[in-house]
């Protein structure tokens, strides 16, 4: 008789920055929580305390990092950061807001917009490439944490990658799944 192993993934949106607040492009730049997200994060901390976690991921990036330490600090175990887990690359979007973006790059933003595998940010980073990255980390997580539950801080394009990839959605309804900040959601992966 085969056992059904299963790796538990809970996927953390870290919380808000003045940049999102903006309705800013912050792609992979290192924008710090605002104080209303540092008030998410510690919320977070608390709802998550129901889990058992056996390990906790992190983005390199400020902002998830911050969020990742009030989960670490309450569940007093450690922070692993993980550069694939950083956000995609918005090349020359990343600091302007969405609708300078539209405006300055509007053929390729549309196109973004409709379907983001066929286009990536001008001089950023493809859907394809962030997804190799982070389905790559995420299988060998899943085969070095079997029947753990691993808690990841990551963002909202690596965290709809992650959930896309293991419900076979399609990338090209990508923005459709987009997590919200300050948000966790549970993934539950056969191993078996």
Not at 93 to 105: D, P
Not at 110 to 132: F, H, M, R, Y
């Amino acid at each position: 008789m085969c056992e059904n192993i299963m790796t538990r993934f809970i996927l953390v949106m870290p919380g808000e920055t003045d940049w999102s607040k903006e309705d800013r492009i912050k792609g992979c730049l290192d924008i710090p929580l605002n104080d209303r997200g540092i008030k998410q994060a510690a919320g977070l901390a608390q709802q998550l305390d129901q889990y058992e976690i056996d390990v906790l991921y992190s983005s390199p990036l400020s902002r998830s990092y911050e969020t990742a330490g009030m989960i670490a600090d309450l569940k007093e175990i450690k922070i692993k950061k993980n550069k694939d887990f950083q956000e995609l690359n918005q090349g020359l979007w990343q600091g302007l807001l969405v609708t300078e973006a539209r405006k300055r790059y509007k053929k390729v933003y549309t196109l973004w917009e409709e379907s983001p595998l066929a286009v990536a940010p001008p001089q950023g980073e493809s859907i394809a490439d962030i997804k190799n990255r982070v389905v790559r980390v995420i299988n060998k997580l899943t085969s070095k944490h079997r029947n753990e539950t691993i808690c990841i801080v990551g963002h909202k394009v690596v965290n709809a990658i992650i959930k896309s990839h293991y419900l076979k959605l399609d990338l090209n309804k990508l923005w459709q799944i987009l997590p919200d900040e300050g948000t966790w959601e549970v993934l539950d992966i056969s191993n078996g």
